[in-house]
């Protein structure tokens, strides 16, 4: 019987997790991850202790979870971003930039067609004195993009997940380098 390690990002903390899936293995540290592999989402969305802490609804949780469906995809939420951001809600878009499903220029692509005025020019974001990724803040949205990072960035980058999660909640930018330099001084 095989491992399965799931990382749970509960009140700001790490809670590793091993438990037994049929006979596949994913989330050791020395085995490679294969991008278009979405068992492992499906095995651990549907755990009733993850839905409990993502909020689900029990009444109308899923009997099966499916990832990237691309018939989602196949109408635009732009009017949505519109929606949302003239309700002043504070919106990050995120993208690893190794992506294999949603590529980050099209998430680019996605933010040019919004027509947002630029805030700030893209640069890179820093964690601990690292470049994490890329961000452009625009008018009521935040890009931000997550260096060697697939579509799920807290399964690749769980540390760079948490730190924008933490940005995020404290109505903060992710830190740039003349920020890095400053905290450090």
């Known amino acids: 019987m095989k491992e399965f390690t799931a990382i749970h990002i509960i009140n700001f903390e790490f809670k590793i997790e091993?438990?037994?899936v049929d006979s596949w293995v994913v989330g050791h540290i020395n085995e490679k991850y294969d991008p278009c592999s979405e068992k492992h989402s499906a095995v651990y969305f549907i755990r009733p202790e993850v839905q409990k802490e993502l909020h689900v609804i029990p009444a109308v949780a899923p009997a099966r979870w499916d990832t990237c469906r691309i018939q989602d995809s196949l109408r635009s939420v732009l009017d949505i971003y519109h929606e949302l951001i003239h309700l002043g809600l504070r919106i990050?878009?995120?993208?690893g930039d190794i992506d294999a499903v949603i590529a980050v220029i099209s998430t680019r692509y996605?933010?040019?067609a919004l027509k947002l005025p630029t805030v700030t020019p893209l640069h890179s974001w820093y964690d601990e004195g690292q470049v994490g990724g890329l961000?452009?803040?625009?008018?009521?949205?935040i890009f931000v993009s997550v260096q060697g990072a697939g579509h799920e960035v807290p399964?690749?980058?769980p540390k760079h997940a948490l730190t924008l999660i933490k940005y995020f909640l404290s109505g903060s930018s992710v830190p740039s380098l003349e920020e890095v330099i400053i905290i450090n001084s």
Request: neutral net charge.
């Open 155 to 157: 399964l690749h980058r």
């Open 92 to 95: 990050w878009m995120s993208s």
């Open 18 to 20: 091993l438990f037994h």
């Open 135 to 141: 961000t452009q803040e625009y008018t009521g949205l």
């Open 110 to 112: 996605s933010i040019v």
